[in-house]
């Protein structure tokens, strides 16, 4: 009888414990050559990224469908553009149609830890994406689509992928399915997973170990920390037993969130209630789908260079040809969703209690599995409202918009996916509300505690990507001297 190899026990404390001593840790306790900031620059300049617009229907290896209009990759792989239409009789605007990417694969975001001298570490990768305004930045240990780890580029095999097919031999610390944008992917998910292993890992060129302190560092610095990266990081659990007596007290907003993370205080919900919320949201949406061919969208117009919308807002679709020195493939060809405007993506944050809570939005899009999921308080690109009713506008884009500088405690702009999006830039933030927490909440805000947030992000489709990422940036708020003074 085949036996299976159990994974290594954990070396030091609690996981939890455990997580919350790396993200204090803002020095790397490995031996390492260069400096963070040397070993990245050293990565940009090898990267030698190019890109340049093409037009669509000349994109080498992609072909538009005759009857349709979609665009899809000739090796049947990778993704497709097409169309949609979407109805949601009770939401602001009732009915639309929009192109929308398909890419029915599920991709590998992957993270590799390792303890050393008693502190957990990640593997980080400097890598470039066609779509990032700044071409680097910092990624998980594998970021990969099944097209590419199958090869289908005929280009070079992913790095370190093994270690996430094969978990026999190692501590798996969260694996869990999640969604991306739901406005511009139609049902698209990738495995979220963190493993850990105790046996020595050759560490390649563009490639180096950190803490989780060293990564919210460079969390707070301007587009250096991928969506990818946050979307992982947001599903480890560091909340619960352990995570108080390691992380102490600092007073204030800190102290508020440290109990957050802990769960030891009462929420404002208890988590039956707040699963209910969820699901009745889910059971009542109205928000429906079908498709459209592309070539056929209502009030979007094609040219040889992009597809866009007749208003001049919301996105368009446009062509790029790529060559890069440090990808599995020296250079190709895509299709890419450009976004027109400057994202805002906040999230209101109180105590109640003394422990911090954050205003959760429950929030239908298109492309979502389950219809809803939890979004931040605000998730908007405040130029397209000048073409939507005027009740189209979110209850607090003004709050967030004109809070003053002693209410908000982090604000970074930080790109999305930058493998299918071409510049999509947003604000992220976290912004202390004014008023009473009863009075901000209504049928579709409630306030849930850090420590809730990662009981869900155990499962699929409860937080979108852009929740994820700002309790990324929440967790990244954790060390002493990270959140700004009251």
């Known amino acids: 009888m085949n036996r299976i190899a159990q994974p290594p026990p954990p070396l030091s404390g609690t996981l939890p414990a455990r997580l919350a001593r790396s993200a204090l840790t803002e020095e790397c306790r490995v031996e390492q050559a260069t400096t963070f900031a040397t070993w990245f620059a050293t990565a940009r300049e090898r990267s030698r990224l190019r890109v340049e617009r093409a037009e669509l229907d000349s994109l080498p290896g992609w072909d538009r469908d005759p009857h349709t209009g979609a665009l899809r990759h000739r090796s049947g792989g990778f993704f497709a553009i097409d169309g949609i239409g979407v109805r949601c009789p009770s939401g602001p605007v009732p009915h639309w149609q929009q192109p929308i990417i398909h890419q029915p694969e599920i991709g590998v975001l992957g993270l590799l830890a390792r303890e050393f ?104 610095v301007e587009d250096i920390v991928n969506m990818d990266t946050r979307t992982t990081l947001s599903c ?116 109640i209690g003394g422990v911090l809570h954050a205003l959760m939005r429950a929030g239908a899009q298109p492309g979502y599995v389950d219809g809803v999921e939890l979004s931040p308080t605000v998730q908007c690109v405040p130029d397209s409202y000048e073409v939507l009713p005027d009740g189209a506008r979110p209850r607090f884009l003004d709050d967030v918009l004109s809070a003053p500088p002693e209410r908000i405690r982090f604000s970074c702009l930080l790109s999305e996916e930058g493998g299918r ?66």
């Open 117 to 220: 001298d008693g502190v957990l570490h990640f593997l980080m990768q400097a890598k470039v994406e066609p779509g990032n305004k700044n071409h680097l930045q910092l990624s998980p240990t594998v970021q990969a689509t099944r097209s590419n780890f199958l090869r289908l580029h005929n280009g070079r095999g992913v790095p370190y992928l093994t270690y996430f097919q094969d978990r026999t031999r190692h501590h798996v610390v969260a694996d869990v399915l999640q969604s991306e944008q739901g406005a511009w992917f139609f049902r698209k998910r990738n495995r979220n997973i963190v493993v850990e292993v105790a046996e020595d890992v050759v560490v390649e060129e563009d490639f180096r170990w950190m803490t989780l302190g060293e990564i919210y560092r460079q969390l707070a």
């Open 236 to 351: 480890l659990p560091l909340a619960g037993g352990g995570v108080e007596g390691v992380l102490g007290t600092g007073g204030g907003f800190r102290d508020a969130l440290v109990r957050s993370c802990a769960g030891g205080g009462a929420g404002a919900h208890g988590m039956e209630e707040i699963l209910s919320w969820i699901t009745e949201h889910r059971a009542q949406g109205d928000l429906t789908t079908h498709p459209v061919p592309l070539s056929e969208l209502r009030d979007w117009r094609s040219s040889p260079d992009r597809i866009s919308h007749d208003s001049g807002r919301f996105f368009s679709v446009i062509g790029v040809t790529v060559s890069a020195g440090t990808r599995e493939v020296g250079g190709w060809s895509q299709p890419m969703v450009e976004p027109h405007g400057i994202g805002v993506i906040a999230v209101l944050v109180k105590e």
């Open 421 to 486: 999006f071409h510049h999509a830039l947003n604000r992220y933030l976290v912004v202390e509300a004014d008023g009473a927490a009863e009075a901000l909440e209504d049928g579709n805000h409630r306030w849930l505690t850090l420590h809730q947030l990662s009981a869900l992000l155990r499962h699929s489709h409860y937080l979108n990507v852009q929740a994820r990422s700002l309790v990324a940036c929440l967790h990244g708020l954790l060390p002493p001297g990270a959140a700004p003074p009251r």
